[in-house]
């Protein structure tokens, strides 16, 4: 059964700091990874998706990266600004019948501080 | 597009209600998910439809939860009876042609059973 741990559950970092968020899952059998944003209050928004064969995806000021075989994957924020902060979620989709059946990870909290 | 759309937002019933909630996918989009996101086991897949056909409910949690998806623009969600536990935000997503592409949340009702 696929588990995805995502550390730290919360990080707090003074504005222009860049971070490194951790998501690990336990089988590399997966379609693609995706990483959202969750504001209070609000649904999830897609930020990245990486498909399997894939080693990163870049927007921005955001990078993402996935090592599918030793199930592991990193989204780097550079230069952070206060309105980065929200809870970043990891998703991994399955492969064959699982493709589209996203698990989640319970995300990390991130606070960016003026 | 107006992304996707869901109502009521926020929903507050006594136990033994019956509980109605309603999605309206992105246009285009074959695929529809639904979720349930608590503090206690973070975001979960109930059930995702293929051009309105269920493909997947493994994750729905007892006979008392009930989807149906009549046709390409409409989807419920039905709780009865509704019990205390059943509070928890339920999220709605679609995703174009394929399972594994990116899924587009809405903003999630917030249901609270008393």
């Known amino acids: 059964k696929q588990e995805v741990t995502q550390i730290p559950a919360a990080l707090s970092v003074p504005e222009g700091e860049n971070l490194v968020l951790n998501c690990s899952f336990t089988?590399?059998?997966?379609?693609?990874l995706q990483w959202f944003r969750q504001d209070p209050g609000k649904g999830l928004t897609s930020l990245l998706l990486?498909?399997?064969?894939?080693r990163e995806q870049t927007s921005g000021r955001l990078n993402a990266s996935l090592d599918k075989s030793s199930g592991r994957s990193t989204l780097y924020i550079a230069a952070s600004q206060p309105g980065d902060s929200a809870t970043y979620l990891c998703a991994v989709s399955g492969i064959g019948s699982n493709t589209g059946k996203l698990i989640f990870g319970q995300g990390t909290t991130l606070q960016v501080k003026p | 597009d107006a992304g996707v759309i869901q109502s009521p937002r926020h929903e507050v019933t006594e136990m033994g209600q019956e509980v109605t909630l309603r999605c309206k996918p992105i246009?285009?989009?074959?695929?529809l998910f639904w979720y349930r996101q608590t503090m206690m086991r973070g975001l979960e897949l109930l059930i995702y439809?293929?051009?309105?056909?269920?493909?997947?409910d493994s994750g729905m949690p007892e006979d008392r939860f009930s989807a149906k998806m009549p046709n390409a623009s409409f989807s419920t969600l039905k709780i009865q009876p509704s019990e205390p536990r059943d509070s928890a935000v339920y999220f709605c997503?679609?995703?174009?042609?394929?399972?594994?592409?990116?899924?587009?949340f809405g903003p999630g009702t917030r249901l609270t059973v008393t």
């Open positions: 246009s285009g989009h074959d695929y």
């Open positions: 990486i498909q399997s064969s894939q």
């Open positions: 089988d590399s059998a997966i379609y693609n």
């Open positions: 439809f293929n051009n309105n056909v269920p493909i997947d």
């Open positions: 997503a679609s995703s174009p042609f394929r399972g594994g592409d990116e899924q587009y």
